[in-house]
């Protein structure tokens, strides 16, 4: 089913890799403006503690120090990204009568150099009075607990119940069952760009410009309106180039909030970039949680029932916590058709930064455990990994009552052709070595609207000029994973043209249509519908007036493509795309041409529209001797629909292979009461580059009707599978079993030791 | 017929007032761009010679130059204004085989410091051959004259012929001749701002964007494309704050067109700012003209013919300069029926900088010298100079054969108030007192299409959010004259909202629609127009969907005011304009509201769509012995329609008599074989402010059916009559005539002194 198109599906160098490369992108790290000022924080070295006082005199009389804010000085606005239950919107611009993590901000200083701004902090005297924290959710839910916040009893911020089917009568017929409990650790974001921003205010309109390095420069625009308490339209959010989100810039962050309220104060610009220490110990990271799993199947393979119990760490505040927490419960479903299912959880506050959506969100931590307690049920059973894989899936239209719907689902021919090439590719395994899989499906964007938006989940806008070139504008937000180049392919695809025909308006609240900006995998399926949409308003009016203009039968179809306007079964009768831009923009009374274009998704359950999905298999050494695993090679089936750039997908999946290398390997987050032990990059280890195995990646296209040009999600999915299939490929090689990510070697030791203790016991 | 506004008619402050007046708001030149280069030109001291040759060998090896280019270096793309007609197009981005007048630019340096730049100019060693220049017009044509331009014969530029009636026979019905001739000296624009440009080439996407000191950026945006070869849409001009342009900017100058070529060269921003004495040599001024003037009167005062004949200064190349030959016997005319008339014109090329459209072009010099003939004429017949004004003024609906059509017009009420107003305020003139007068009128923006654009003249776009605020975008450009508040004035009335809910976006040819730019009073109109057009659009979507909600007969009306919908007459029954756009973006699939409005004049004949005018009156008083005019006081009436905003129209108007004032006495450009002796603000003489005299300003308000709101030029209009109602004035008070501008007291005593010796000789 895969169709023919003339810049879809064509490896292609991204758009702003030129200015990439050679440094002329501006992020806006790189931003400044005339009279600006620096901003520092002052940070809380207490996880949980009272302020009594704040004595800011002596800094303010350090020459250079323009103004001070503390938690006084806020206008009490509280905000988060769950708009749609006010409760939940905890996150506050600093702290007023306590502070809830170590790191968390007491006052911020503009001064007119960061050398300054830094020496002042110093002088604010803030006098704690220190209380007993809670930094486990299993303690965070004892009633004797301190509280985080208030208002919420036994510190339970959010909780999620999914069923369907009837989970007891499932376990009933289960031929087979079998019960594990897993930590999953949390992982840190580790954006190459800090968070920063730049915000000035201009007294005479009232209005504030923010420049951010954000996700979503509307969630930016609506948290800084609760924040501040001003209208949306009188704040605009600017996007420049992004280096890096991850799940860890959707959130309205101090940065933003204290640049623009001492913007306010001041009336100057001021800046505020975090320092690394800064983004480890204040900005949000993938979710901890402890997980208990049960599942039932049938002799030969089929799974009747499974039930899932998961408390998380959710730290000091909200963020999109709450909706990791639900995504939790679904996507360890995937790609399978599970009859009876049972899904409890709670997320609860504890005294650290707080825990949010990270790549892959709702799926990593919970696809870890499924995908390692498949595996070890096949053992049990005498299964082949693959076979009872290929047992469960999904098929094309498959239905979760109540929660998602399937359309386009390609993961048996994914299943399949993985069979196939892991024959040729890997015909035998060494001692020690073993080949691990996991299935893997993610979602193309989230239809729950806790943000709350009367807008359509995207928005763009194109416009014609006279001479043909196009101008895009959309607020979809390219954060480094190609969103930009996939947007201009789209729009050259649909309107027939070529890529440099078309200027891409950076994401501008001001000026570009909204869209919810980057997470969970969105953009290429709402933004591209949205853009497709806006072009084909304007195509349509291309075709009707050549349609018109030869004179033809009115159901004679034209094509636009290789810059023309044609007759389909007669590619000789038809008219240059410039000159035919030209005749209609006359004919709109000398008005460029505009067209407009809008997604929401319908009909399609509570999830998403559509799923990417796959299997990936890795095959892995373990050195029994000093518990070292060493990945030898990532094997890769991925159904992502049409693909529209295979070049950028190619990137994506490589980058996902890599944090979930790291979510299985290194990345940890020593914690003690509430401090980190290792905020820096020096002590925080993520995989090298040099460490990273070859990865082949194949494809089984299919077409999904709901995005553009059959297209859905594409890579993301790939970081959840890795940690899994990682760990099954150490469980194949050495019966060891794992209940939590972070496999350092004495983890690893000791698990192929109680391995190889079960295996002595039963003989 | 006055109509009720909310806001349009009220005394407004500017928008960019507080931004302006605090420093906050940025023009061009407070702009720069990481890793700037700075650019500088090396001029001709040659008024016209031959380039032998240019070496740049010593210049590139001073540490810091990055770039020099010279004529070889440019694409060789000639451009200017006049695009419909090609051979008009003769400007070049450097000197390549000659140069044309003192000061033209031969070479461009791009350092990493001004300084550097400055150093490296004068290592540049160039070889010329002088060639004889040309000064006069007068001696332009003869046939043994040095050609400027070697393809246009007798250095005649552009020719103009306009005729109506029969000319003969109205001078043949005369009862009275007089034939006059004028001299009519150039004036220079000195803008506080000077041209400066950034240009930033970007290599990737082989885009240029460029920030200017425009007055125009769409004009800009087609000469860069034109002069770089490149197409519009690769280039993108965006229009900051503009320190004023008065005609001078609407060229694409060498300031643009070098930064363009280094950036190009160099891969890094450049800018090029002027300084006041390149200002002075090489940019655009008022042009300088030798009028022959001849009018017929029956002896009642009724004017039975008019011929004219004019010879113009027009410099080394176009610019504007063949709109202002053609509108020089255009607005001479107005506001009288002619019934006979002829105009002979020649433009003739130059070694001198060349002239162009500078405020009130086209009506400031030969309205200086019919309104001053028109006079002497009135004295030979014995009338009184307003009665011979009220026996010839055109009424509503005049038409001049195949040139314009009035339809508002209110100069006979206008004359009407005067005659009252002055018998109150100047009551008795004394010895050496006179009070002259000079009728005026002016365009509301140009018909007639010499740039050629596809586009409607003026285009704008709105968009409304979900909280009500509004985005407003277009290409109209805010100069100082206010456009800013008036844009903002009538989308808040069109839509029934606060000004403060609307944000006016800066022109940007790559993000807001095109208009023409600012020149020839044409944005209050024409953009004013497409403003209210964009703004009706959606406000009969919130009217239908209010009638819809409320259940009204489809007859009842509904207005949009006050930020509310309701019905006109039972104001109880409505909505807040709020929640009805919060309604209609949701019904509206999420998008927000956009309208789109554009405005391009027709069935309006050759000039304008609509005429400001009306009657100035200065008293003056004159020393005899030193021959010192001091104006007294100036009392306006003036008809422009409905006034939008009586407050930035009164700043215009004092302007306006500001710069005529200084045309009138003092602001001349002496010139020496094509060296200007007075390039610096020290020695170019303007009125000081404390030298102005008091302004009384009093309306006369009809509805112009074409404009916004019924608005029409308001302002510039009374630049023109300045000069000869104080000429006049000093006739009145003397008898002196003059042949020319700038009266200074040498002229003034010598004019004296020949009326007497006229006088004398009568008796």
């Known amino acids: 089913m895969k169709r023919e198109y003339s810049i879809i599906g064509k490896p292609t160098g991204n758009v702003d890799g030129a200015a990439k490369t050679t440094g002329e992108a501006k992020y806006c790290f790189d931003m400044s403006l005339p009279n600006q000022l620096y901003g520092k924080h002052l940070r809380s070295p207490y996880a949980h503690a009272r302020i009594l006082s704040i004595d800011t005199s002596e800094a303010e009389k350090l020459q250079g120090v323009k103004a001070i804010i503390t938690g006084k000085d806020v206008p009490g606005g509280k905000w988060g990204l769950w708009r749609r239950f006010r409760e939940l919107c905890d996150q506050i611009a600093l702290a007023d009568d306590k502070v809830r993590f170590i790191g968390e901000p007491v006052a911020c200083v503009a001064a007119t150099t960061k050398d300054i701004a830094e020496q002042a902090i110093e002088l604010i005297n803030v006098e704690y009075e220190p209380l007993p924290g809670v930094f486990d959710p299993l303690e965070a839910i004892k009633d004797d607990a301190p509280l985080v916040h208030d208002d919420f009893e036994n510190n339970i911020n959010a909780t999620r119940h999914i069923e369907w089917g009837n989970v007891d009568e499932g376990f009933a017929q289960a031929d087979y069952t079998r019960e594990d409990k897993f930590t999953c650790f949390p992982q840190a974001v580790a954006s190459m760009e800090v968070h920063n921003s730049l915000a000035s205010y201009d007294k005479g ?182 076979q009872i894989r290929k047992m469960n899936v999904m098929e094309p239209g498959y239905e979760a009552p109540g929660q998602y719907k399937v359309d386009s689902c390609g993961i048996m021919p994914c299943i399949e052709k993985m069979e196939k090439r892991i024959k040729e590719k890997w015909p035998k395994v060494e001692e020690n070595e073993g080949i691990g899989f996991s299935a893997f499906a993610y979602m193309s964007g989230g239809i729950f609207n806790w943000i709350d938006t009367p807008y359509a989940y995207s928005g763009a806008r194109v416009q014609v000029n006279i001479d043909g070139t196009v101008d895009l504008f959309t607020q979809a937000s390219d954060i480094g994973q190609g969103h930009n180049t996939v947007s201009v392919m789209i729009c050259a695809e649909e309107l027939g043209i070529g890529m440099e025909d078309i200027r891409l308006h950076p994401a501008d609240t001001a000026t570009t249509p909204v869209d919810l900006g980057a997470w969970g995998s969105r953009e290429t399926l709402m933004n591209g519908n949205a853009i497709k949409m806006a072009a084909g308003q304007i195509k349509q009016k291309l075709v009707d007036l050549a349609r018109a203009k030869l004179g033809e039968n009115i159901a004679y179809d034209l094509v636009a493509k290789d810059k023309r306007i044609y007759l389909e079964l007669r590619p000789e009768r038809g008219f240059s795309y410039y000159d035919i831009v030209r005749d209609a923009i006359k004919l709109n009374d000398g008005e460029p041409l505009i067209g407009t274009g809008h997604y929401t998704p319908h009909n399609k359950g509570m999830i998403s529209p559509a799923y990417g999905m796959g299997i990936m298999a890795i095959k892995a050494k373990v050195d029994k001797e000093i518990g070292h695993i060493e990945p030898q090679g990532v094997l890769i089936v991925h159904d ?46 993520i995989v090298r580059q040099r460490d990273m195995p070859q990865i082949e990646l194949m494809d089984v296209p299919t077409y999904e009707a709901e995005g553009p040009f059959g297209a859905k999600e594409a890579a993301e999915a790939t970081i959840a599978p890795t940690a899994p299939a990682l760990a099954n490929a150490v469980f194949a090689a050495t019966g060891a079993e794992f209940d939590s990510n972070v496999l350092k070697p004495e983890k690893v030791l000791k698990a192929i030791r109680a391995a190889e203790a079960k295996k002595a016991q039963k003989k």
């Open 205 to 386: 309109s009232k209005r504030l410009t923010v420049w951010s390095s954000t996700q979503s420069p509307y969630y930016l625009q609506l948290g800084l309106a609760d924040a501040l308490k001003m209208r949306e339209g009188d704040i605009r959010v600017i996007k420049p180039h992004v280096g890096g989100g991850f799940g860890g810039k959707n959130s309205t962050m101090p940065d933003s909030t204290s640049a623009a309220l001492l913007s306010m104060k001041t009336g100057r610009p001021v800046k505020i970039v975090f320092n690394r220490e800064e983004e480890f110990i204040s900005t949000e990271h993938r979710t901890g949680m402890h997980v208990a799993l049960k599942i039932g199947l049938k002799k030969d393979g089929k799974i009747v029932a499974r039930e899932c119990k998961v408390i998380t760490d959710g730290g000091a505040y909200t963020g999109l916590g709450a909706t990791a927490l639900y995504l939790s419960g679904i996507f360890q479903t995937f790609p399978y058709k599970i009859p009876n299912y049972r899904y409890d959880a709670f997320r609860t506050y504890t005294n650290k930064v707080w825990a949010t959506s990270v790549r892959g969100f709702g799926a990593t931590p919970t696809v870890y455990c499924a995908e390692s307690q498949l595996d070890r049920a096949a053992k049990d059973l005498g299964i082949d990994p693959l």
């Open 640 to 685: 992502c629909g049409q693909e529209i750039n295979p070049l950028g997908a190619r990137g994506q999946v490589e980058g996902s292979v890599h944090m979930g290398l790291g979510y299985c390997l290194c990345e940890d987050m020593p914690n003690d009461n509430g401090m980190l032990l290792n905020p820096s990059m020096n002590d925080y280890k």
